[in-house]
């Protein structure tokens, strides 16, 4: 099974900054990668597919980059709401497999 | 607009079974290939099974392998999850959750397993 690393584990920010959440792959999966938002308590939300396309409803300061092994989520201007945990996925190859998530927190 | 609503969680024993249902609506469900993500309490997201639009394909992972099985009824709009031989392990809220070429794009609300004596 491809395994999946997220750095950092935790973060703190304040509303405003522009935060970078990295995704590392054991090996190459090309561009299929997807980013999740989940808030304690709630479903997790789609935010970006296929390495860097934008989710329809998502706002534009989440942004995606990376294929191959490295891949970063961007948030440019954290707002209150974007307070939760991200996820990375690889579905290139099954099993389908999840970072262990990167809790975002406020400083 | 897109529902999932999944049903059939609870307690049960080690050793035991449960099969959990997902009913869909708001979409044309023959057309989606299908998920069961699941996470333990307080940990992180954990694939599970994925099952082609038509059924004809099967994945899982290594975890559940041999023991979980995913099923789906086209004419009912429903989609099953079969667990046998459950274990402490099993313990989590499960998902049903719709494909979107390869990610996820819809999620349930999830229903709780919780293995335990």
């Known amino acids: 099974a491809i395994r999946m690393t997220q750095s950092p584990s935790s973060l703190s920010a304040s509303t405003g900054d522009r935060v970078t959440i990295t995704c590392r792959a054991s090996?190459?999966?090309?561009?299929?990668l997807a980013w999740y938002q989940q808030k304690p308590g709630k479903a997790p939300k789609l935010l970006i597919y296929a390495a860097s396309t934008l989710q329809s409803g998502v706002p534009s300061r989440f942004s995606g980059s990376g294929s191959g092994t490295d891949f970063t989520l961007t948030i440019s201007c954290l707002q209150s709401e974007d307070f939760a945990t991200y996820y990375c996925q690889q579905y290139y190859s099954y099993p389908h497999t999840f970072g262990q998530g990167t809790k975002l927190e406020i400083k | 607009q897109v529902q999932l609503v999944e049903s059939g969680g609870g307690v049960v024993q080690p050793g035991g079974s449960l099969r959990l249902s997902c009913a869909a609506s708001g979409f044309t469900f023959s057309s989606y290939g299908m998920h069961w993500v699941r996470q333990a309490p307080g940990k992180g997201l954990e694939w599970v099974a994925f099952i082609r639009y038509d059924g004809s394909n099967k994945y899982y992972a290594d975890s559940v392998k041999g023991r979980f099985t995913i099923s789906r009824d086209n004419s009912k709009n429903t989609l099953y999850l079969q667990m046998n031989s459950l274990r402490a392990e099993d313990t989590a809220v499960y998902y049903c959750?719709?494909?979107?070429?390869?990610?996820?794009?819809?999620w349930g609300q999830g229903t709780l397993v919780t293995v335990s004596s």
């Open positions: 090996q190459g999966i090309s561009s299929y």
């Open positions: 959750a719709k494909d979107w070429l390869g990610s996820v794009d819809y």
